[in-house]
């Protein structure tokens, strides 16, 4: 897939979601340095298409508004779902991008966690830490849950857009339970 191809199909992925129910943010571009760090620290080359993609929309998070998914309170209880307010595209470290939407800190998870060192995280949930989709170093496309490593046959932005449609399927949940709640 070309970079162009690659920006078409995130993008056309993102075209369902609603901006009255959605947060679309990104940090600024990185450096050719930052790029290049990542790969030395790692070993592993970001694929070209997500590398020139980041250039221009680095770290991209769509997220729910807390206006339609409350924020959970502290202690809450409920089921795990119920974190996963937000689809992330991890970013390549600037100074403004959140370390939870990091390449470099999903990366330094991975070998802290579960000793993996050969995958380079490049898609999560936000709320959900133990799951993650990325390149492994031989250029194959994984999902890592936990600590099993599956390699998948399809396109990454075909995973993005199952994602996206996963988050707003997730966020019509919420608006049931939080209707059910005010009942």
Same mark, same amino acid.
């Given at each position: ?19 009255? =129910? ?82 470099? =800190? ?41 600590? =099993? ?35």
């Amino acid at each position: 897939m070309t970079p162009e191809q690659f920006h078409e199909q995130i993008w056309k992925a993102l075209k369902p979601i609603n901006k009255e =129910e959605f947060h679309a943010v990104a940090s600024v571009p990185p450096t050719a340095e930052a790029v290049s760090f990542i790969e030395t620290s790692t070993g592993i080359k970001i694929p070209e298409e997500f590398a020139t993609f980041s250039m221009k929309t680095n770290g991209l998070c769509i997220m729910a508004k807390e206006s339609v998914w409350p924020e959970a309170k502290l202690f809450d209880v409920a089921p795990a779902w119920t974190f996963h307010c937000g689809v992330v595209l991890l970013g390549i470290d600037t100074d403004d991008l959140p370390e939870w939407a990091s390449i470099l =800190e999903a990366y330094k998870q991975l070998v802290e966690r579960f000793e993996i060192t050969d995958v380079l995280p490049l898609l999560t949930i936000y709320g959900d830490s133990n799951h993650v989709w990325g390149v492994r170093k031989d250029g194959a496309f994984v999902e890592v849950y936990d600590d =099993e490593i599956t390699v998948l046959d399809k396109e990454f932005t075909d995973v993005y857009s199952e994602e996206i449609e996963a988050l707003m399927q997730r966020l019509n949940d919420m608006k049931k339970r939080v209707a059910a709640r005010q009942k």
